[in-house]
């Protein structure tokens, strides 16, 4: 089993549609978690980290449950330019970064 | 204000020949990783060091390795190409504190192995 695993997408979606993108990881001992974003043929970027008691910033919302070992980022009010592809990340301090295969988010006018 | 910066960002080789990828960051961070990145696989992790003259394996060392002399430096060898390491290449690094490891990366080295 994968680390670090995500819905396959990929996601098609409307301008201002709701969007919800799942992620699960196998490591308990995992203890920080992010939500990276990357652009074709770009380097990931941090789009926000994922506290357990849940965090917002502006139209995206991220979710985290360490009883199912489960994360979640939903994007309100999605815009043409959040069509990317959307990384889950976990890590165990002392250790690397370890990423989801990423889903594909198309956004169309 | 560099951040993360790879050399060389593309490069073809031949079977069998040799390269090291350079990668050098500006913040002082303790982490550095090397990723690759194929079509469908998502980022897997290389190695990866926790300091200066450290290193660690990650999902897929084989056929790697790397150097980490320096602190803001790390090296990623391919002793003797082949096809199957084209792909590109992300390095990045991040700070030791618990909960804020954000990692930044470098904007990728595109290698084909002919």
């Known amino acids: 089993r994968k680390e670090v695993e995500q819905d396959p997408g990929p996601f098609n979606v409307p301008e201002g549609a709701t969007v919800a993108f799942n992620c699960t990881y196998s490591?308990?001992?995992?203890?920080?978690f992010f939500w990276y974003r990357q652009d074709c043929r770009k380097e990931p970027k941090l789009l926000m980290s994922?506290?357990?008691s849940g965090n917002e910033d502006g139209r995206f919302t991220a979710q985290l449950n360490r009883a199912s070992q489960y994360i979640s980022l939903l994007i309100r009010d999605s815009k043409l330019s959040d069509s990317a592809t959307y990384l889950c990340?976990?890590?165990?301090?002392?250790?690397?970064?370890?990423f989801g295969k990423g889903t594909t988010l198309s956004v169309s006018s | 204000n560099a951040g993360v910066t790879q050399t060389p960002k593309f490069r073809v080789l031949k079977t069998g020949q040799s390269m090291t990828l350079l990668c050098a960051q500006d913040m002082n961070h303790e982490y550095m990783y090397w990723y690759r990145q194929d079509p469908g696989m998502g980022l897997r992790l290389i190695h990866y060091s926790v300091g200066e003259g450290t290193t660690a394996k990650g999902e897929v060392p084989d056929g790697y390795n790397v150097s980490r002399l320096k602190k803001q430096n790390f090296l990623l060898g391919l002793e003797s190409a082949a096809p199957s390491q084209t792909s590109v290449y992300f390095c990045a690094s991040s700070s030791n504190s618990y909960l804020n490891t954000e990692a930044f990366f470098g904007q990728g080295t595109r290698l084909t192995v002919v």
């Open positions: 490591n308990s001992a995992s203890q920080s």
């Open positions: 994922v506290y357990s």
């Open positions: 990340v976990v890590n165990k301090a002392g250790t690397a970064l370890i």
